[in-house]
């Protein structure tokens, strides 16, 4: 393919995206105005399927989902980075064991929610963090679930 | 008189911009807030403790600024983005359970749940109500009544009064004690009942709710209009106003802010003028209309009695209806410069688009060049396309200016939380 193929390629495929289509300029309206077919007609045409679509995957309940920026390390022990990104979903039942948002002293925290003999309890998954105990008088507010964490590996 | 009494409910927010706020910074949990209009100006939203201090709604900041210091009032400019974004998700969750929505306003929509009467609407109610606390973690009332007019009335009452716990259903209380919750509340409550009319009503002896559903329909109408008898018949349980749910298009469009700092020049003015006639445009053809003409003002600041003021303003009729940027900014900037005179320190700027009508109903001029127009339209589609993908203002004309210092004083406004991810709200993992 020549550079300049490429070029109006790109120019093509800018101007469908926002709904255009280069319009030929007066003079070279073809003749016929209906399309004639040419070729064989693909044979993948009753086999097209949507291509996959990770908003679909990850966001179930799109009003109740909302997206949070890990800042620190305390979860890396369950694959939860610095800088990861949070699908939070409002709308799931609060269960023992879910990662969820927390606010805690004015701040969203993510941690393990654990259900003991001792009560609640938000629990780090990195040894160098401790473990928050919700006593009876705290005000624990669970914020919402984690569904997944979206980690980069390539800038 | 309606054979089946309707149930008609309003889903109202609690202190709608302040408790957004709250769901994105939980160390506002209990706390006062206020909000600000645009340009920081006025307070335009406060939470209930704020309420509760006695300060009220419209007031310039100016003056109860060292009060919200006195009492620690976090203070925040309007972050409408957000507000809209929490606004869809109120709306879109309400519409599962109720098919038949007329939203209202930002914060608030009617339902027609007379189709739902087999269950127990105070219960429905409770769910829609835990429901959004649950997905958006905003609070809000429900009030359901036989018209639009009593379920405002219920939404009141919801509010108010601790006993409903959030939901009032009016269909369910009997008639004398309805009658007596109504002689409790005053006119002024009264759906279409503003400040002008609630002081002819006093006057003619209609003080409560009680008095004026009492009142001669007939009589009211001749003394004020066939609005107040529609208001009288909806207090007796006769659904007169029906839920629109496709909301009619505006027969007008306004764009108008304050300016951060006075402006001077006739080529800042020309900047705000072509930002904002860009925003009618866009917001114009989203509505699918074409505008006739064009209204340009400006305005210097009215507070400032010392100074000279001017606040002219130009209607400027279109040659043919359109809805293309490029033509309303040239009319727009005609009518500016037209009344435009240096010395002045201008405050505000706006401009209307006027005699709107549906688009492609026009009558095709003798001269029009239909590759003239067809052109117009595609550049108009592209643009709008573009900007809806990528985000507003991504491509602009070049009049609305780089720099902007005439823009608008946000200087407390939050993130936007929902809508730009290197905005998102932070969860520590520490």
Redo the contacts between chains.
Sequence with gaps: MKTSDLKNDRKESVLSLIGLKPEPSSGEWPVFTSAITAGFPSPADDYIENRIDLNEHLVQHKEATFFLRVQGDSMTGLGILNNDLLVVDRSLPIEDGNIVIAAIDGEFTVKQLVHSQKGYMLKAANPAYQDIIVGPEDDLEVWGVVRWAIHKLWP | MALVNRSIALVDCNNFYASCERVF?????GKPIIILSNNDGCVIARSQEVKDLGIKMGVPWFKVQSLAKYHRISTFSSNYTLYADMSN?VM??ISEFCPDQEVYSIDECFLDLTGFKHLALTDYGQRIRSTIN????LPVCIGIGASKTLAKLANHLAKKRSFFDGVCDLNTVKQDALDGLFSEISVGEVWGVGRRTEKRLVELGIHTVLDLKRASPRALRKQFSVVMERTVRELNGESCIPLEEIAPPKKQLICSRGFGAPVFSLSALSEAVTSYITRAAEKLRCQRSVAAQVYVFIHTNPFKKKEPQYSPGRLVPLPEPTDDTRMLINTALAGLRSIYRPGFAYKKAGVLLDDLSPSGQQQKGLFDNMGTLQHSK?LM??ID??NN?MGSGTIKFLGEGLEKQWKAKAEKKTRC??TR?DE???????
């Design positions: 910074n939980p160390a506002l949990k998700r879109k969750i649950k997905f958006v973690g595609s589609q592209a396309r573009i993908a939380y929902t991810i998102i709200p932070v969860a520590y993992a520490v």
